[in-house]
Nanobody, 123 residues
Framework: QVRLVESGGGSVQPGGSLRLSCAAS????????MGWFRQAPGKEREFVAG????????KTADSLKGRFTISRDNAKNTLSLQMNNLKREDTAVYYC????????????????WGQGTQVTVSS
């Protein structure tokens, strides 16, 4: 059984930081691109950041560059997202995903999704 389990979400004040983690079981993430997506209330799911199987190819949504950093540890079968200088508009449920394309995560080619973790940015 494949599971992607996110952790690290919570409530934080504007300007704060959080680090999300995604622990995979039942698969070796080294065969997949990995990524983070988010969905805010009343909005469509959007791409946050992705990383290719080796960790060298990364992409971050333009609006998040400089604040969000994605990384992976294939040996530990984990994916991380460091989020700094958080803003109220970053409030959303964040989802971990494993992509069928090993080089680039594409939301139309997702093999597995996590259940999501809530991030709330509020003063």
């Amino acid at each position: 059984q494949v599971r992607l389990v996110e952790s690290g979400g919570g409530s934080v004040q504007p300007g704060g930081s959080l680090r999300l983690s995604c622990a995979a079981s039942g698969i070796s993430i080294s065969s997949y691109s990995m990524g983070w997506f988010r969905q805010a209330p009343g909005k469509e799911r959007e791409f946050v950041a992705g990383v290719g199987w080796s960790g060298t190819l990364t992409k971050t949504a333009d609006s998040l560059k400089g604040r969000f950093t994605i990384s992976r540890d294939n040996a530990k079968n984990t994916l991380s997202l460091q989020m700094n200088n958080l803003k109220r508009e970053d409030t959303a449920v964040y989802y971990c995903a494993a992509g069928s394309d090993p080089y680039h995560i594409q939301d139309r080619r997702i093999a597995f999704w996590g259940q999501g973790t809530q991030v709330t940015v509020s003063s």
